[in-house]
Protein backbone atom coordinates (compact mmCIF):
# COMPACT_ATOMS: atom_id res chain seq x y z
CA UNK A 1 0.00 0.00 0.00
CA UNK A 2 0.95 3.59 -0.22
CA UNK A 3 1.04 5.70 2.43
CA UNK A 4 1.05 9.28 1.28
CA UNK A 5 2.14 11.81 3.96
CA UNK A 6 2.06 15.15 2.57
CA UNK A 7 2.37 18.95 3.38
CA UNK A 8 0.86 21.77 1.81
CA UNK A 9 3.75 22.05 -0.65
CA UNK A 10 5.00 18.78 -1.37
CA UNK A 11 4.16 14.92 -1.09
CA UNK A 12 6.08 11.83 -0.46
CA UNK A 13 5.44 8.51 -0.82
CA UNK A 14 6.49 5.66 1.22
CA UNK A 15 6.23 2.01 -0.26
CA UNK A 16 4.38 0.00 2.32
CA UNK A 17 2.28 -2.94 1.91
CA UNK A 18 -0.24 -2.65 5.00
CA UNK A 19 -3.19 -4.65 4.78
CA UNK A 20 -6.44 -2.71 4.89
CA UNK A 21 -8.47 -4.63 7.60
CA UNK A 22 -7.85 -6.20 11.06
CA UNK A 23 -8.32 -9.67 12.32
CA UNK A 24 -11.37 -11.22 13.89
CA UNK A 25 -11.32 -14.72 13.65
CA UNK A 26 -8.43 -17.18 12.73
CA UNK A 27 -8.78 -20.44 11.44
CA UNK A 28 -5.78 -22.89 12.69
CA UNK A 29 -3.82 -24.42 9.79
CA UNK A 30 -1.46 -27.76 9.96
CA UNK A 31 1.38 -28.78 8.06
CA UNK A 32 1.24 -32.53 7.87
CA UNK A 33 4.49 -34.50 7.72
CA UNK A 34 6.71 -35.41 4.76
CA UNK A 35 5.37 -39.08 5.05
CA UNK A 36 2.16 -37.61 4.98
CA UNK A 37 2.24 -36.03 2.03
CA UNK A 38 3.81 -38.19 -0.28
CA UNK A 39 0.93 -40.75 0.90
CA UNK A 40 -1.76 -38.21 0.23
CA UNK A 41 0.33 -37.84 -2.99
CA UNK A 42 0.40 -41.68 -4.10
CA UNK A 43 -3.37 -42.47 -2.96
CA UNK A 44 -4.51 -38.93 -5.39
CA UNK A 45 -2.85 -40.61 -8.33
CA UNK A 46 -0.63 -37.49 -8.10
CA UNK A 47 -3.77 -35.83 -8.50
CA UNK A 48 -3.77 -32.41 -6.56
CA UNK A 49 -7.62 -32.38 -7.05
CA UNK A 50 -8.09 -35.52 -4.92
CA UNK A 51 -6.24 -34.31 -1.74
CA UNK A 52 -8.19 -33.65 1.07
CA UNK A 53 -7.98 -30.20 2.15
CA UNK A 54 -7.48 -31.08 5.33
CA UNK A 55 -4.44 -32.36 4.50
CA UNK A 56 -3.40 -28.84 2.80
CA UNK A 57 -1.12 -26.32 4.22
CA UNK A 58 -1.29 -23.42 2.08
CA UNK A 59 -4.26 -23.68 -0.92
CA UNK A 60 -3.23 -21.49 -3.70
CA UNK A 61 -5.07 -23.75 -6.06
CA UNK A 62 -8.15 -21.16 -7.20
CA UNK A 63 -8.98 -17.57 -6.38
CA UNK A 64 -12.99 -18.46 -6.88
CA UNK A 65 -15.14 -18.99 -3.51
CA UNK A 66 -11.73 -18.69 -1.49
CA UNK A 67 -12.09 -15.21 -0.47
CA UNK A 68 -12.72 -14.10 3.68
CA UNK A 69 -15.53 -12.25 3.64
CA UNK A 70 -15.94 -9.13 5.89
CA UNK A 71 -18.01 -8.34 9.01
CA UNK A 72 -20.70 -6.61 7.05
CA UNK A 73 -21.24 -9.27 4.94
CA UNK A 74 -21.11 -11.98 7.87
CA UNK A 75 -23.90 -9.40 9.15
CA UNK A 76 -25.54 -9.31 5.80
CA UNK A 77 -26.44 -13.05 6.13
CA UNK A 78 -28.31 -12.74 9.79
CA UNK A 79 -30.77 -10.50 7.79
CA UNK A 80 -31.24 -12.81 4.66
CA UNK A 81 -34.64 -12.96 3.62
CA UNK A 82 -35.18 -17.20 2.11
CA UNK A 83 -38.67 -15.97 0.82
CA UNK A 84 -38.90 -18.11 -2.04
CA UNK A 85 -40.43 -15.18 -4.64
CA UNK A 86 -39.42 -11.56 -4.50
CA UNK A 87 -36.63 -11.70 -1.63
CA UNK A 88 -35.75 -8.89 0.15
CA UNK A 89 -31.78 -9.60 -0.71
CA UNK A 90 -32.82 -10.01 -4.40
CA UNK A 91 -34.41 -6.33 -4.26
CA UNK A 92 -30.96 -5.44 -2.51
CA UNK A 93 -28.80 -7.27 -5.46
CA UNK A 94 -31.05 -5.83 -7.90
CA UNK A 95 -30.39 -2.40 -7.46
CA UNK A 96 -26.78 -2.82 -6.74
CA UNK A 97 -25.74 -4.30 -9.63
CA UNK A 98 -28.09 -1.90 -11.91
CA UNK A 99 -26.04 0.31 -10.29
CA UNK A 100 -22.54 -0.37 -10.85
CA UNK A 101 -23.11 -2.55 -14.01
CA UNK A 102 -26.18 -0.31 -15.74
CA UNK A 103 -28.18 -3.27 -16.95
CA UNK A 104 -32.06 -3.72 -16.40
CA UNK A 105 -32.04 -7.66 -16.28
CA UNK A 106 -30.68 -8.91 -13.80
CA UNK A 107 -30.68 -13.16 -13.28
CA UNK A 108 -28.94 -14.45 -10.01
CA UNK A 109 -27.26 -18.37 -10.78
CA UNK A 110 -25.19 -20.39 -7.49
CA UNK A 111 -21.89 -19.98 -10.00
CA UNK A 112 -20.43 -18.44 -12.63
CA UNK A 113 -20.71 -21.92 -14.64
CA UNK A 114 -24.12 -21.94 -14.26
CA UNK A 115 -24.07 -18.25 -15.51
CA UNK A 116 -22.08 -19.27 -18.31
CA UNK A 117 -24.69 -22.55 -18.70
CA UNK A 118 -27.38 -20.11 -19.16
CA UNK A 119 -26.69 -17.48 -21.36
CA UNK A 120 -24.96 -20.22 -23.81
CA UNK A 121 -27.46 -23.07 -23.47
CA UNK A 122 -29.82 -20.56 -25.18
CA UNK A 123 -28.12 -19.05 -27.62
CA UNK A 124 -25.54 -21.74 -29.01
CA UNK A 125 -26.18 -23.81 -31.74
CA UNK A 126 -24.58 -26.50 -33.90
CA UNK A 127 -22.73 -24.36 -36.15
CA UNK A 128 -22.22 -21.37 -33.77
CA UNK A 129 -19.00 -19.56 -32.98
CA UNK A 130 -18.13 -17.34 -30.29
CA UNK A 131 -14.99 -15.57 -30.56
CA UNK A 132 -13.35 -14.00 -27.72
CA UNK A 133 -10.25 -13.19 -26.18
CA UNK A 134 -9.56 -16.58 -24.18
CA UNK A 135 -12.40 -18.54 -23.17
CA UNK A 136 -11.49 -20.32 -19.66
CA UNK A 137 -12.10 -24.02 -19.57
CA UNK A 138 -15.87 -23.75 -18.42
CA UNK A 139 -16.83 -20.87 -20.35
CA UNK A 140 -15.26 -23.08 -23.61
CA UNK A 141 -16.92 -26.26 -22.61
CA UNK A 142 -20.15 -24.64 -22.45
CA UNK A 143 -20.08 -23.44 -25.95
CA UNK A 144 -19.04 -26.95 -27.28
CA UNK A 145 -21.42 -28.69 -25.21
CA UNK A 146 -23.88 -26.61 -27.13
CA UNK A 147 -22.64 -28.17 -30.62
CA UNK A 148 -20.95 -24.42 -31.10
CA UNK A 149 -16.79 -23.32 -31.10
CA UNK A 150 -14.80 -21.20 -29.02
CA UNK A 151 -12.57 -18.49 -31.07
CA UNK A 152 -9.17 -16.96 -29.04
CA UNK A 153 -8.82 -13.87 -30.39
CA UNK A 154 -6.18 -12.54 -27.79
CA UNK A 155 -3.48 -10.35 -28.79
CA UNK A 156 -0.28 -11.96 -29.75
CA UNK A 157 2.09 -10.48 -26.60
CA UNK A 158 -0.78 -12.71 -24.34
CA UNK A 159 1.75 -15.39 -25.23
CA UNK A 160 4.85 -13.73 -24.58
CA UNK A 161 5.37 -14.87 -21.00
CA UNK A 162 7.95 -11.91 -20.54
CA UNK A 163 6.69 -9.27 -22.53
CA UNK A 164 6.28 -5.67 -20.91
CA UNK A 165 2.83 -5.16 -22.41
CA UNK A 166 0.37 -3.61 -20.04
CA UNK A 167 -2.57 -5.72 -21.35
CA UNK A 168 -1.47 -8.97 -22.41
CA UNK A 169 -6.08 -9.39 -21.63
CA UNK A 170 -6.66 -7.26 -24.98
CA UNK A 171 -8.40 -8.48 -28.37
CA UNK A 172 -6.63 -8.65 -31.45
CA UNK A 173 -9.05 -5.93 -33.55
CA UNK A 174 -7.86 -7.15 -36.70
CA UNK A 175 -8.13 -10.64 -36.46
CA UNK A 176 -11.73 -9.95 -34.69
CA UNK A 177 -13.09 -7.58 -38.11
CA UNK A 178 -12.31 -10.19 -40.47
CA UNK A 179 -13.93 -13.11 -38.79
CA UNK A 180 -16.61 -10.70 -38.20
CA UNK A 181 -16.89 -10.04 -42.31
CA UNK A 182 -16.10 -13.59 -43.28
CA UNK A 183 -18.73 -15.60 -40.53
CA UNK A 184 -22.15 -15.70 -42.60
CA UNK A 185 -25.58 -14.20 -41.42
CA UNK A 186 -26.41 -15.37 -37.92
CA UNK A 187 -23.38 -18.00 -37.44
CA UNK A 188 -22.08 -15.57 -34.27
CA UNK A 189 -24.72 -14.44 -31.74
CA UNK A 190 -22.11 -12.64 -29.61
CA UNK A 191 -18.68 -11.67 -28.74
CA UNK A 192 -16.89 -12.19 -25.40
CA UNK A 193 -14.12 -11.05 -23.90
CA UNK A 194 -12.42 -12.47 -20.35
CA UNK A 195 -11.85 -9.63 -17.44
CA UNK A 196 -9.49 -10.26 -16.42
CA UNK A 197 -7.84 -12.85 -18.96
CA UNK A 198 -7.40 -16.23 -16.41
CA UNK A 199 -5.27 -17.97 -19.43
CA UNK A 200 -3.33 -15.31 -19.75
CA UNK A 201 -1.93 -14.86 -16.60
CA UNK A 202 -4.69 -13.02 -14.77
CA UNK A 203 -4.03 -10.12 -17.46
CA UNK A 204 -6.21 -6.65 -17.64
CA UNK A 205 -7.73 -5.65 -21.00
CA UNK A 206 -7.31 -1.37 -21.76
CA UNK A 207 -10.49 0.52 -21.55
CA UNK A 208 -9.64 1.78 -25.39
CA UNK A 209 -9.29 -1.80 -26.51
CA UNK A 210 -12.98 -2.89 -24.67
CA UNK A 211 -14.35 -0.17 -26.44
CA UNK A 212 -12.99 -0.64 -29.62
CA UNK A 213 -14.53 -4.45 -29.68
CA UNK A 214 -17.65 -2.70 -28.29
CA UNK A 215 -17.56 -0.53 -31.48
CA UNK A 216 -16.77 -3.56 -33.88
CA UNK A 217 -19.80 -5.51 -32.55
CA UNK A 218 -22.13 -2.87 -33.09
CA UNK A 219 -21.06 -1.83 -36.34
CA UNK A 220 -21.96 -5.99 -37.61
CA UNK A 221 -25.01 -5.97 -35.14
CA UNK A 222 -23.58 -8.56 -32.70
CA UNK A 223 -24.33 -8.42 -28.74
CA UNK A 224 -20.64 -7.62 -26.91
CA UNK A 225 -20.66 -9.76 -23.25
CA UNK A 226 -18.18 -9.76 -20.97
CA UNK A 227 -16.88 -12.81 -18.29
CA UNK A 228 -16.37 -10.52 -15.42
CA UNK A 229 -15.03 -12.47 -12.80
CA UNK A 230 -12.32 -9.56 -11.88
CA UNK A 231 -13.63 -6.63 -13.44
CA UNK A 232 -12.39 -5.13 -10.52
CA UNK A 233 -9.02 -5.74 -10.42
CA UNK A 234 -8.90 -4.95 -14.77
CA UNK A 235 -10.77 -1.51 -13.48
CA UNK A 236 -7.66 -0.91 -11.26
CA UNK A 237 -5.44 -1.85 -13.64
CA UNK A 238 -6.57 1.00 -15.89
CA UNK A 239 -6.54 3.68 -13.58
CA UNK A 240 -2.92 2.56 -12.87
CA UNK A 241 -2.31 1.51 -15.95
CA UNK A 242 -3.90 2.96 -18.73
CA UNK A 243 -2.90 6.63 -20.01
CA UNK A 244 -5.74 9.56 -19.04
CA UNK A 245 -7.18 7.10 -16.67
CA UNK A 246 -5.14 7.79 -13.27
CA UNK A 247 -7.74 10.70 -12.19
CA UNK A 248 -11.12 8.64 -12.63
CA UNK A 249 -12.53 5.88 -9.35
CA UNK A 250 -12.53 2.45 -9.90
CA UNK A 251 -15.89 2.69 -9.77
CA UNK A 252 -16.66 4.78 -12.50
CA UNK A 253 -14.05 2.74 -14.88
CA UNK A 254 -16.34 -0.35 -14.22
CA UNK A 255 -19.40 1.46 -15.16
CA UNK A 256 -17.83 3.07 -18.15
CA UNK A 257 -17.13 -0.49 -19.23
CA UNK A 258 -20.44 -2.61 -18.71
CA UNK A 259 -22.15 0.55 -20.69
CA UNK A 260 -19.94 -0.77 -23.31
CA UNK A 261 -21.26 -3.98 -23.35
CA UNK A 262 -25.04 -5.60 -24.12
CA UNK A 263 -24.09 -8.08 -20.78
CA UNK A 264 -22.32 -10.30 -19.15
CA UNK A 265 -21.66 -12.82 -17.20
CA UNK A 266 -20.31 -13.16 -13.68
CA UNK A 267 -18.72 -15.39 -11.04
CA UNK A 268 -19.23 -13.46 -8.11
CA UNK A 269 -16.64 -15.74 -6.19
CA UNK A 270 -13.99 -13.78 -7.58
CA UNK A 271 -14.47 -9.95 -7.31
CA UNK A 272 -17.74 -10.65 -5.41
CA UNK A 273 -16.10 -11.54 -2.54
CA UNK A 274 -18.62 -14.48 -1.80
CA UNK A 275 -18.33 -17.97 -0.99
CA UNK A 276 -21.09 -19.43 -3.64
CA UNK A 277 -22.91 -17.38 -6.58
CA UNK A 278 -23.09 -15.74 -9.85
CA UNK A 279 -25.34 -13.75 -12.09
CA UNK A 280 -26.20 -13.28 -15.67
CA UNK A 281 -27.22 -9.39 -16.61
CA UNK A 282 -28.15 -7.83 -19.80
CA UNK A 283 -29.84 -5.00 -21.94
CA UNK A 284 -32.04 -7.23 -24.27
CA UNK A 285 -35.41 -7.89 -22.34
CA UNK A 286 -36.30 -11.19 -25.08
CA UNK A 287 -33.01 -12.55 -24.24
CA UNK A 288 -33.24 -12.09 -20.70
CA UNK A 289 -36.78 -13.65 -21.10
CA UNK A 290 -35.79 -16.80 -22.50
CA UNK A 291 -32.78 -16.85 -19.84
CA UNK A 292 -35.11 -17.17 -16.99
CA UNK A 293 -37.82 -19.35 -18.53
CA UNK A 294 -34.36 -22.05 -18.61
CA UNK A 295 -33.29 -20.83 -15.10
CA UNK A 296 -36.50 -21.98 -13.36
CA UNK A 297 -35.95 -25.37 -14.92
CA UNK A 298 -32.24 -26.09 -13.68
CA UNK A 299 -31.78 -23.37 -11.03
CA UNK A 300 -34.50 -21.93 -9.45
CA UNK A 301 -37.02 -18.99 -9.53
CA UNK A 302 -35.93 -15.95 -11.16
CA UNK A 303 -35.50 -14.01 -7.80
CA UNK A 304 -32.81 -16.42 -5.95
CA UNK A 305 -31.63 -18.27 -8.48
CA UNK A 306 -29.81 -21.08 -7.26
CA UNK A 307 -28.92 -18.58 -4.59
CA UNK A 308 -29.89 -18.65 -0.26
CA UNK A 309 -31.30 -15.35 0.46
CA UNK A 310 -28.81 -14.79 3.08
CA UNK A 311 -25.89 -15.33 -0.09
CA UNK A 312 -27.78 -12.52 -1.89
CA UNK A 313 -27.55 -10.55 0.63
CA UNK A 314 -23.38 -10.97 1.26
CA UNK A 315 -22.74 -10.82 -2.55
CA UNK A 316 -24.83 -7.38 -2.66
CA UNK A 317 -22.17 -6.22 0.20
CA UNK A 318 -19.31 -8.09 -1.25
CA UNK A 319 -19.73 -6.19 -5.21
CA UNK A 320 -19.51 -2.47 -2.87
CA UNK A 321 -16.58 -3.27 -0.77
CA UNK A 322 -14.74 -4.89 -3.88
CA UNK A 323 -14.67 -1.17 -5.73
CA UNK A 324 -12.83 0.37 -2.50
CA UNK A 325 -9.65 1.32 -3.83
CA UNK A 326 -7.81 0.73 -0.23
CA UNK A 327 -8.48 -2.89 -0.70
CA UNK A 328 -7.74 -3.12 -4.02
CA UNK A 329 -4.32 -1.50 -3.53
CA UNK A 330 -3.57 -4.14 -1.22
CA UNK A 331 -5.11 -7.01 -3.23
CA UNK A 332 -2.93 -5.93 -6.48
CA UNK A 333 0.36 -4.84 -4.25
CA UNK A 334 0.09 -8.21 -2.40
CA UNK A 335 0.14 -10.71 -5.61
CA UNK A 336 3.03 -8.03 -7.07
CA UNK A 337 4.90 -9.03 -3.86
CA UNK A 338 4.44 -12.70 -4.03
CA UNK A 339 5.93 -12.16 -7.79
CA UNK A 340 8.98 -10.52 -7.30
CA UNK A 341 9.44 -12.86 -4.21
CA UNK A 342 9.78 -15.40 -6.69
CA UNK A 343 11.30 -13.27 -8.99
CA UNK A 344 14.14 -12.69 -6.59
CA UNK A 345 14.75 -16.56 -6.17
CA UNK A 346 15.29 -16.79 -9.56
CA UNK A 347 11.89 -18.78 -10.49
CA UNK A 348 10.59 -17.46 -13.74
CA UNK A 349 6.81 -16.16 -14.20
CA UNK A 350 4.49 -14.27 -16.03
CA UNK A 351 4.93 -11.03 -16.34
CA UNK A 352 3.90 -7.70 -15.37
CA UNK A 353 1.94 -9.39 -12.74
CA UNK A 354 -1.51 -9.91 -13.26
CA UNK A 355 -4.21 -9.19 -10.55
CA UNK A 356 -5.10 -12.72 -8.92
CA UNK A 357 -2.51 -14.87 -9.53
CA UNK A 358 1.51 -15.38 -10.13
CA UNK A 359 1.94 -18.00 -13.05
CA UNK A 360 5.23 -20.20 -13.00
CA UNK A 361 7.11 -20.94 -16.31
CA UNK A 362 7.24 -24.61 -15.36
CA UNK A 363 9.11 -25.22 -18.42
CA UNK A 364 11.66 -22.94 -17.34
CA UNK A 365 11.73 -24.13 -13.39
CA UNK A 366 12.01 -28.10 -14.93
CA UNK A 367 13.88 -27.68 -18.56
CA UNK A 368 15.13 -30.92 -18.38
CA UNK A 369 11.14 -32.33 -18.47
CA UNK A 370 9.88 -31.89 -21.76
CA UNK A 371 6.33 -30.66 -22.38
CA UNK A 372 4.81 -34.20 -23.35
CA UNK A 373 5.82 -35.19 -19.73
CA UNK A 374 4.11 -32.66 -17.81
CA UNK A 375 6.23 -30.27 -16.22
CA UNK A 376 3.42 -28.59 -14.94
CA UNK A 377 2.25 -31.74 -13.14
CA UNK A 378 5.78 -32.19 -11.62
CA UNK A 379 5.83 -28.95 -9.98
CA UNK A 380 2.65 -28.97 -8.42
CA UNK A 381 3.53 -31.98 -7.26
CA UNK A 382 6.81 -31.06 -6.14
CA UNK A 383 5.20 -27.90 -4.53
CA UNK A 384 3.18 -29.74 -1.89
CA UNK A 385 5.58 -32.49 -1.25
CA UNK A 386 7.99 -29.51 -0.28
CA UNK A 387 5.77 -27.43 1.45
CA UNK A 388 1.71 -28.72 1.51
CA UNK A 389 0.51 -26.22 -0.57
CA UNK A 390 -1.89 -26.61 -3.66
CA UNK A 391 -1.67 -24.76 -6.65
CA UNK A 392 -2.94 -25.80 -10.42
CA UNK A 393 -1.35 -26.65 -13.71
CA UNK A 394 -1.95 -24.85 -17.04
CA UNK A 395 0.08 -26.42 -19.27
CA UNK A 396 -0.33 -29.82 -21.39
CA UNK A 397 -2.29 -31.77 -19.18
CA UNK A 398 -4.87 -28.84 -19.17
CA UNK A 399 -4.72 -27.58 -22.50
CA UNK A 400 -2.84 -29.75 -24.41
CA UNK A 401 -5.01 -31.48 -28.06
CA UNK A 402 -4.91 -34.13 -30.22
CA UNK A 403 -5.07 -33.88 -33.88
CA UNK A 404 -7.85 -35.69 -35.93
CA UNK A 405 -4.84 -38.81 -36.22
CA UNK A 406 -4.84 -39.12 -32.35
CA UNK A 407 -1.24 -37.56 -32.23
CA UNK A 408 -1.30 -35.15 -28.76
CA UNK A 409 0.23 -31.70 -29.13
CA UNK A 410 1.83 -29.48 -26.27
CA UNK A 411 0.14 -26.64 -24.54
CA UNK A 412 1.57 -23.26 -25.86
CA UNK A 413 3.27 -23.18 -22.39
CA UNK A 414 3.68 -24.75 -19.47
CA UNK A 415 2.51 -22.74 -16.32
CA UNK A 416 1.59 -22.96 -13.00
CA UNK A 417 -1.32 -20.94 -11.44
CA UNK A 418 -0.55 -19.76 -7.91
CA UNK A 419 -3.94 -18.36 -6.70
CA UNK A 420 -3.94 -15.58 -4.11
CA UNK A 421 -7.40 -15.80 -2.29
CA UNK A 422 -8.99 -12.36 -1.56
CA UNK A 423 -8.43 -11.05 1.96
CA UNK A 424 -7.03 -14.97 3.23
CA UNK A 425 -2.84 -15.26 3.75
CA UNK A 426 -0.67 -13.04 5.03
CA UNK A 427 2.81 -12.14 3.15
CA UNK A 428 4.52 -14.55 5.53
CA UNK A 429 2.53 -17.32 3.91
CA UNK A 430 3.52 -16.08 0.32
CA UNK A 431 7.46 -16.12 1.19
CA UNK A 432 6.69 -19.17 2.32
CA UNK A 433 5.40 -20.46 -0.80
CA UNK A 434 8.41 -18.82 -2.83
CA UNK A 435 11.15 -20.43 -0.73
CA UNK A 436 9.10 -23.99 -1.22
CA UNK A 437 9.92 -23.23 -4.70
CA UNK A 438 13.01 -21.68 -4.60
CA UNK A 439 14.45 -25.06 -3.07
CA UNK A 440 12.68 -27.18 -5.85
CA UNK A 441 14.60 -25.18 -8.03
CA UNK A 442 17.91 -25.69 -6.63
CA UNK A 443 17.12 -29.79 -6.86
CA UNK A 444 15.26 -29.14 -10.30
CA UNK A 445 17.57 -31.83 -12.24
CA UNK A 446 16.23 -34.50 -9.24
CA UNK A 447 12.30 -33.85 -10.58
CA UNK A 448 10.83 -36.80 -12.03
CA UNK A 449 7.92 -35.88 -15.11
CA UNK A 450 4.89 -37.88 -15.03
CA UNK A 451 2.22 -39.26 -17.44
CA UNK A 452 -1.42 -39.24 -17.67
CA UNK A 453 -3.14 -42.72 -17.00
CA UNK A 454 -6.69 -41.83 -17.21
CA UNK A 455 -8.53 -38.32 -18.51
CA UNK A 456 -12.17 -37.58 -19.66
CA UNK A 457 -12.01 -36.36 -23.30
CA UNK A 458 -13.15 -32.59 -23.18
CA UNK A 459 -12.05 -29.29 -21.77
CA UNK A 460 -12.82 -29.98 -18.45
CA UNK A 461 -10.90 -33.88 -18.08
CA UNK A 462 -8.06 -32.22 -16.17
CA UNK A 463 -10.18 -32.03 -13.22
CA UNK A 464 -10.46 -35.70 -12.34
CA UNK A 465 -7.40 -36.77 -14.67
CA UNK A 466 -5.22 -39.58 -12.91
CA UNK A 467 -1.09 -39.62 -13.40
CA UNK A 468 1.71 -41.85 -13.27
CA UNK A 469 5.27 -40.43 -11.78
CA UNK A 470 7.97 -41.35 -14.42
CA UNK A 471 11.50 -42.73 -13.98
CA UNK A 472 14.43 -40.57 -14.62
Not at 150 to 175: M, Q, W, Y
Not at 245 to 270: M, N, P, Y
Not at 412 to 420: D, G, M, N, P
Request: charged share 25%; with cysteine.
Amino acid sequence: MVVDEADDEAESEVETLVEPWRVKVVERMRLPSRAEREAHLHAADFSIFRIPSSAIFIDLLTDSGTSAMSDTQWGGLMVGDESYAGARGFIRFEQTVREMFGFPNVIPTHQGRAAENMLFSTIVRPGTLIPGSNHFDTSRAHIENNGGEALDLAIAEAAELTSDHPFKGNVDLDRLRRVLEAATSGRIPVVTMTLTNNLSGGQPASLANIREVSSICRRHGIPFFIDACRFAENAYFIKHREEGQGHRTVAEIVREVFDLADGCTVSAKKDGLVNIGGFVACRDDELAKAIKKRLILVEGFPTYGGMAGRDLEALSIGLREVVDEDYLRFRIGQVAFFGQALLDLGVEVVTPFGGHAIYIDAGALLPHIPAMRLPGIATIVELYREAGVRAAEFGTAMLGSTNEAGVPFPAQAELVRLCVPRRVYTNSHLQYVAAALGKIRARASSVHGYCIVEKEPGPLGHFTARYEELPV
